[in-house]
């Protein structure tokens, strides 16, 4: 891609409302545009980001064997009325059509996920099922300032899943835990499971995953030591007590909540009379499990973490691209060659060709904050000049050891 034909570029002048580094930074470097309060566009390079998140989301809850599907973010009355949700979810939207007719938007999706399951469980045989999708979330925030980690439109990875029994739910519910805080690692995030109160579902206890950072809205009381850690709101214990587990002295810090797992119980499915045969011919109502993550709002947390006075430092495992190829004036021609070979070679790059000065065109680099930056500049002949985003010292190599080492980036 060519900087000079990108839809949304960097600004110079930061958004005046913005009160977040993820808001800020992610305006001015030209990966989203807020239309109001909690409600964004995700530009080409802010879609990507999303892409690349959701593929390390994909990978691993296939891998636990997650079916994907998509449901409907319109929902009749009559779904949330069975579950109570229409009266007891304050965040609802809801809607009346001009037939007078009343809707809501798909704040969370047991609503239209547990009818749906009726048609595929009969039997025990049919179980366990895990279905998830990838899909907008629309909920009435009171607060939406934090940028986009909280939107009232926001991105979210929902999976549901039934079982026979709480022991089979459980195992999965674990296997579920495991490939959370791997993606949160492949995401260059640190993911504290935390203890929880079960929410609005039930009164059992919740696991939430949660990043510290001082743009998050809740408080954890944690332990360096060993990884217990435990919701401020619930917690028993206060900082400075000694961890339950270890004894060490327990922290509080700020963090947010990039996902987090239920366990359902049965609400959901006698609220729809789903059940099944058991293995005696008996009608047993499953056990459900809900596991959510942020997506929009993880790719938020991402830049409060990677981030300088100049701009965004993606984690190579979500940029948009990989390399960031400055062409200085007078070099237009091999920068272009080395455009394409980077091209042939299936690497990532964006190449900035405008005719802008060298300082503006380096300053818009760091705000972007690709891993690699290359440099073609007349002054250096055919060597390259070689620097990573996270580090200050730059080199000059030729282009066989460029490639070499891109291969690895
Ligand atoms: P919070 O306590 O932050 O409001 P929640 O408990 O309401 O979160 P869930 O309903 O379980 O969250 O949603 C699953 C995940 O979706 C959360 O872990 C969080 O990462 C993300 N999420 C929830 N609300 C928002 C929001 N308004 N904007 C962006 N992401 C959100
Ligand atoms: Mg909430």
Redesign the pocket.
Known sequence: MKLSKLAFQVTKNPPANADTVNHKLLVQAGFVRQLMA?VYTYTPMGLKVLRNIENIIREEMNAVGGQEILMPALHPKINHQTTGSWNNID?LFKLKSRTDKDYALG??HEEIVTPLAKELINSYKDLPLALYQIQW?Y?D?LR?KSG?????E?F?K?MYSFHADQKDFEKFYNNVKDAYLRIFKKLGLTAKVTEASG?SFTQKISY??MVLTDAG??DILYCDECNYCVNNEIAKVKEGDRCPKCGAPLKMGRA?????V?DLGQKFAKDFDLTFANQAGEKNYPIMGCY???V???MGVIVEKYNDAKGIIWPASISPFTVSLISLNGAEEYALKIYETLQKNNINVLLDDRSESAGSKFAAADLMGFPVRLVISPRNGEKIEWKKRDQEASELIDLETVLERLKTA
């Open positions: 909690g965040v704040h969370s979330k909920r925030e939406s986009i980690l909280r939107g009232r926001f979210m929902d929410g939430e995953f809205e809740d947010s909540e990039v996902g987090n239920f959510g993550i942020g929009s709002r993880s």
